[in-house]
T-cell receptor, first 117, second 112 residues
Framework: NAGVTQTPKFQVLKTGQSMTLQCAQD?????MSWYRQDPGMGLRLIHY???????DQGEVPNGYNVSRSTTEDFPLRLLSAAPSQTSVYFC????????????????FGQGTRLTVV | KNEVEQSPQNLTAQEGEFITINCSYS?????LHWLQQHPGGGIVSLFM???GKKKHGRLIATINIQEKHSSLHITASHPRDSAVYIC??????????????FGKGTLLTVNP
């Protein structure tokens, strides 16, 4: 049981390049989400998904695309990288239970440290 | 949006001291997470609690839903406890209560 796997762990991009951050989970979780973490700020939600074929925007979606073709995978695409996207990115997943949310533990990946030069 | 305030932002302690980190939030919710992040490392969920108190080894988390406040305590602190501790309530208590919001974290340094 691997939990949440993110790749790559580190990446350097040039401005304007595109890339995909991979996220996979093997726990059959419905809910998956992407966050970015910047110094002095809390984690901020980029995009999320409540199941295969369903995605929605979070707090800071501009410059990022997502898709959810399977329950297991939730890749994050940077279309044209900008220095402002230099950050640490985390993927997380959990079960999705209406009502008693307190039963849904969140699992995080190890993070991807992205630098855009 | 659930506004989350953590205090203190930075905390330095001597090994063996009792540590308390506080979290207040603005929107009533049914449960809350405490997360731990070691420097340069991933994020681990320590607790998920909806009422009262939970204990896991030397870590104790309490929550008062009515007062919109939670605390994380560490007894007999150890240098390996040095990390950032993050309070994360859900966005709200309604249909989107699976979406987390996050405090800015408390950086704890425990010196030997």
């Amino acid at each position: 049981n691997a939990g949440v796997t993110q790749t790559p762990k580190f990446q350097v991009l040039k401005t304007g390049q595109s890339m995909t951050l991979q996220c996979a989970q093997d726990m059959n979780h419905e809910y998956m989400s992407w966050y970015r973490q910047d110094p002095g700020m809390g984690l901020r939600l980029i995009h999320y998904s409540v199941g295969a074929g369903i995605t929605d925007q979070g707090e800071v979606p501009n410059g990022y695309n997502v898709s959810r073709s399977t329950t297991e995978d939730f890749p994050l695409r940077l279309l044209s990288a900008a220095p402002s996207q230099t950050s640490v990115y985390f993927c997380a997943s959990s079960y999705l239970r209406q009502g008693a949310w307190g039963n849904t533990e969140a699992f995080f990946g190890q993070g991807t440290r992205l630098t855009v030069v | 949006k659930n506004e989350v305030e953590q205090s203190p932002q930075n905390l330095t302690a001597q090994e063996g001291e009792f540590i308390t980190i506080n979290c207040s939030y603005s929107v009533g919710i049914s449960a809350l997470h405490w997360l731990q992040q070691h420097p340069g490392g991933g994020i681990v969920s320590l607790f998920m609690l909806s009422s009262g108190k939970k204990k896991h080894g030397r870590l104790i988390a309490t929550i008062n839903i009515q007062e919109k406040h939670s605390s994380l305590h560490i007894t007999a602190s150890h240098p390996r406890d040095s990390a950032v501790y993050i309070c994360a309530p859900p966005e709200g208590s309604g249909g989107s209560n699976y979406k987390l919001t996050f405090g800015k974290g408390t950086l704890l340094t425990v010196n030997p």
